[in-house]
């Protein structure tokens, strides 16, 4: 039995009265909106067709494109008096964050910017189309009703933030569907193949990496973000399909620089949305399940800058197909999501130009306040540069988010340091970085540099701890006062490039300290030329250089001939990285270049697992590294595949976050020892780890307390173990690690530890850890006692979490198996943990 629900329409007017120029969606794509999937490009025209149509009302711009060549969109929409002065308008906005240079006083009548982002998720298909339809109805002249909304607001739809994604599912599910749907959700149209749409290209969910902008689709929007910095957000998803649709206000935790104000319209705007609800019969919840801590979520992120971010979900996605038969019996079709998702936004748009003056007013108040009286326990941050080129990384991500820093002077503060939670004195030189907690910004710079986040309630959606310090590896400290006399810049630094011999230079150095030091390792193999690194330390050229140091020498390279010393000096230009040139090869102190505790590398042939049962953000984690951040090449392969004979062909071979069916095989288990033992190198990430610990590779998981059967204390209290019905929900909070921050202590005396110091902040997201190694392998990065220094972490594994091991190395004849219990290439925003992975692929083992 189906029915369809008898819907008023809201906000539609009946296309009939349409003017003529504007086409509807209907009339313009050839068939009914929400009768089928609308392929990108089609979504693209149609946005064109209205800015064509009514060009005194919309404004269309590509802000870029996506990594399989799609364009990026977004639609300005408008009353013609504030279209014809569009560009006041964005100034007054930022005039009134504070950002700009003039000392004019910004006019606080409004209107107000409203920004409307669809399809975040390319397999939450309907809110691409309910874009659609919500800018028809914003210009059909027949509806006057937004007219005069738009007097009032300006709104900004990004109709597909992640127009990959959404192809690859629209596609699929357009080769497979028949003539009519099947709503019968054990059908092949409603169960996608791996990886699915939800992703970008790398597999990377878009709605995790506002913050960090680590994705192009991600880097191109947040400039545009930065120039408008709306009001209002809303970010549109779907969920399950028997989930009745969810809107603001959101759930606990809410970080604690959300104002009161920020909450208040939340409400406001939820209010509004199940007054239509009601309406129409249509069920919703709120206040529940999503929650506002995680600061890179399309409703967290705008909140820390000054708006009202939110998250709208409708029940849908690809497990809905085009039409779906529900809980209830009922059948949910594409239509009826999409006018869902059309309803809350035209309610958004309406109930914020009722209230644009009180949004205006109270988004310069937050930056006011920002300004003047900044939040968190810290006036002022001061950021060694430390070793390597991470700090130019930490400069890059500051300026993507708008984030002042200023260049230090020689001088000396007094300050906590985060790394031992201690106050002590930190001497400044002028590579190192200050950031004055006094600036528009101040909220996001809190919320990313907090030490602990403060949860107002320990279930949360996603990680409880990101502080920036700890995810770049980089010594900084807080102060509890401003710091002047230092200059505001946004100058990436340069690379110093020292003591170029050029044709004398008997070989070249290159220190191994970051990501652009594997870059230029990275450009130099595939140029074959071939390098050594040293074991040891060395002094060479009255310059001190540590383990992992990359040797360049011009006798093994004899074959590149004159070439050499341009191929180097290219790749470092290209890495920004600095070398020095030596004009022997005999070294002061160490071990010289013919040692053999210096060892020659080759350039690997690497495999990477994909395909069902493999992680695709872990495995897009990887892939993404490769080829966006090292350009190097690799093999992926499917999981399926995987064959001696493709053993064979590689050299390292990669194990995401998965679930690997062929280690229960025992050929195949024994095959892939054999090709260990005879030098293969094997690297496991997360799970995958404990799957070679189960298929009884050599390393062991520690067993926690509660796991123990021979418990003796359990009946201390036998009345503990009653548990409420109504906590249900809550009792696994003791065990439960959404994701926190714990100090490894390294050996970096081994190469996969080369370019540390002796500690490591990685993020632990589970509950696994593995017993020390005692003979056959290298328990390379351990936790002793009760390490974790930021983040929610459950009581009860609070003490199995110590006295572990997360990173080793377990030597087998010829070859090694490198364990990463901990994702060190998490979201490619843990940045300090990349030089780790490479030293896993390119260091361990040659
Ligand atoms: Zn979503």
Known sequence: ??????????????????????????????????????????????????????????????????????????????????????????????????????????????????????????????????????????????????????????????????????????????????????????????????????????????????????????????????????????DYHEQLYNNPYYFAPAAEPYHEVITPWQREFQTIIGKSNAHYFDQNGWLFFTKERFDL????????????????????????????????????????????????????????????????????QEFKKYYDKARTTPPGEFKAYIIKADEGCKIVRLQQLLNRNNIEWCK?????????????????????????????????????????????????????????????????????YGLSTYVTGVRKTTDLDKPKIKALNGENSVAWLIRWNGLNSVQFLSAILQKKVKVRYAEQPFKAGNEDFDKGTLIITRTSNQSLGASLSGIISAAAQKASIGYIAVSSSFVDKGFDFGSEKVHGMHAPKIGLLAGEGVSSLSMGEVWHFFDTQINYPINIIWANDLSKNILRELDVLILPDGNYRFLADRMLNDALKDWVSNGGRLVAIESAVGQLAAADWGIKMKKGDDDKSDKTDDKKDDYSMLRRYENRERDFIPGFNPGSIYKVELDNSHPLAFGYNDAYYTLKQDNTIYEFFKDMGWNVGVVRKDNQVAGFV?????????????????????????????????????????????????????
């Open 1 to 234: 039995m189906t029915k369809v629900p008898a819907c008023v329409a809201l906000f539609l007017i009946i296309s009939g009265l349409a003017f003529a120029q504007v086409k509807s969606p209907d009339q313009f794509l050839g068939y009914k909106l929400g009768s089928r999937f609308t392929p990108h490009f089609n979504i693209v025209n149609y946005c064109r067709q209205v800015a064509e149509a009514a060009p005194e009302m919309v404004k269309l711009e590509q802000y870029g494109t996506t990594n399989e060549g799609r364009p990026l969109l977004l639609t300005y929409v408008t009353s013609p008096g504030n279209l014809a002065r569009l560009e006041d308008i964005r100034q007054n906005n930022l005039r009134l964050a504070g950002m700009t240079s003039d000392k004019m006083a910004p006019d606080e009548k409004g209107p107000a910017i409203v920004w409307l982002s669809y399809n975040v998720h390319g397999n939450e298909t309907s809110s691409s189309e309910a874009a659609l339809l919500t800018l028809y109805e914003l210009v059909n002249p027949a509806n006057t009703k937004t007219k005069e909304w738009l007097q009032h607001t300006v709104v900004i739809i990004d109709p597909c933030i992640n127009p990959d994604g959404r192809d690859r599912y629209v596609n699929w599910f357009n080769s497979v569907v028949g003539v009519t749907p099947n709503p019968q959700s054990f059908t092949r149209e409603h169960a996608e193949p791996w990886p699915g749409g939800r992703s970008n290209h790398y597999y990377f969910d878009l709605n995790r990496d506002w913050a960090w902008q680590t994705q192009v689709e991600t880097q191109q929007r947040i400039v545009k973000y930065n120039m408008w910095l709306p009001q209002v957000h809303v």
């Open 408 to 476: 230090a002077v020689n001088a000396s503060y007094t300050g906590i340091n985060y790394f031992t939670g201690k106050s002590g004195t930190v001497k400044t030189d002028s590579l190192d970085i200050v950031i004055n907690a006094n600036q528009p910004n101040a909220n996001l710079l809190k919320v990313l540099f907090e030490r602990n986040s403060h949860l107002s309630d320990s279930v949360t959606y996603d990680i409880t701890a990101w502080s920036v310090p700890f995810v770049y590896g980089l010594t900084t």
């Open 794 to 846: 459950g009581s009860k594994l609070k003490d199995k979490l110590k006295d572990g091991l997360l990173f080793g190395v377990q030597e087998m004849g010829q070859g090694n198996v490198i364990y990463l219990a901990d994702d060190p290439l998490f979201r490619s925003f843990w940045e300090n943990g990349k030089l780790l992975f490479s030293n896993a692929v390119f260091m361990v083992g040659q």
């Open 293 to 360: 801590f995680y600061p890179s979520y399309g409703d967290t992120y705008p909140l820390y800058r000054g708006g009202i971010g939110m998250t709208f979900e409708q029940g849908g996605h690809s497990r809905a197909g085009a039409a779906v038969i529900n809980r209830d019996g009922d059948t949910l079709t594409l239509w009826d999501r999409l006018y869902h998702h059309f309803t809350t936004g035209m309610s958004t748009i309406e109930v914020s130009a009722q209230n644009a003056t009180k949004l205006v």
